[in-house]
């Protein structure tokens, strides 16, 4: 059988295009987040009720009433108290801090360990503002893995538009969306 250059040519062209097809879908699907430049720390401080989250280890025994407070220390990390309800229906709480990674404040690190114990390496996970409005009443909050993702607002319950705006973003940083938990807010 004789092959001619043209035939060469799109048979070699449709062999690329099937083996590019599985990657460029992959590549989609690993999309790395970014934070936004900068954000106004002192804005973004105060109470925030988690919306939904992408289910993780520390918050397994959360089921209901997710929020966090953030505050400014005079160091200039953030302070952090999480609280949520747990399957008894107590209220459970737990303190950290957060140390900021970059000038505009939109990359931190946070540890949860005892204060004597945060200089210990690899103790810190990454949050990342990934996206918030201009007004400071909701925000998408990740890193630079797939591992976590929130969705927080200013107020227990935020309308369905605005949800899936969200979603969306969180899509096009390539995360599984379909894993979300949306977190019961009684309050």
Known sequence: MKLSFKSLVVSTGLAMVSVALPFSTYADNNTKPIAVESIDINKYAGKWYEIAHLPMFFQRNC???TTANYSINADKTVGVLNSCTNKKGEMI???GVAYP???GNS???????PSGLRWIPFTKGDYWVLRVDQDYKVA?????SHKYLWI???SPQLDEATYQSYLQ?????GYDVSKLVKTT???
């Open 93 to 95: 709480s737990s303190e």
């Open 140 to 144: 998408l909050v990740g890193g630079p």
């Open 185 to 187: 807010q009684s309050k």
């Open 107 to 113: 990359k931190l690190k946070v540890s949860f360990l």
């Open 169 to 173: 973003t969180a899509k096009q940083y």
């Open 152 to 154: 927080l607002s200013r």
């Open 63 to 65: 089921v209901a009433n």
């Open 101 to 103: 990674q970059n000038e």
